[in-house]
């Protein structure tokens, strides 16, 4: 079994930044991806960064130059510095984590969310 315990949400003023963090633990084999997706009310989850274990990163067109997605592979965490923060960031946050079992399968985890909200 895999958790992911997510923290670091929580209610700022736009412009404000906020980090979020995600700890993995339990029977984690090895990890080959982890990010995060959003989900405001009424929409759909969406990437907002991810990274792999080449050093590869992708973000969100909307999140660009203003988040940033970072790991601590010893701790099996995963962190979200957001910056510069907006209104329309408001969302639940969610970890996801990518792990390849020693079958070779892999699986994605999700932790349980962490709610963002800004204020204008």
């Known amino acids: 079994q895999v958790q992911l315990v997510e923290s670091g949400g929580g209610l700022v003023q736009a412009g404000g930044s906020l980090s979020l963090s995600c700890a993995a633990s339990g029977s984690i084999f090895s990890i080959i991806a982890m990010g995060w997706y959003r989900q405001a009310p009424g929409k759909q989850r969406e990437l907002v960064a991810d990274g792999n274990n080449g050093g590869s990163t992708r973000y969100a067109d909307s999140v660009k130059g203003r988040f940033t997605i970072s790991r601590d592979n010893a701790k099996n965490t995963v962190y979200l510095q957001m910056s510069s923060l907006k209104p329309e960031d408001t969302a639940v946050y969610y970890c996801?984590?990518?792990?390849?079992?020693?079958?070779?399968?892999?699986?994605?985890?999700w932790g349980q969310g962490t709610q963002v909200t800004i204020s204008s």
């Open positions: 996801t984590i990518r792990a390849v079992h020693p079958t070779g399968a892999a699986y994605d985890y």
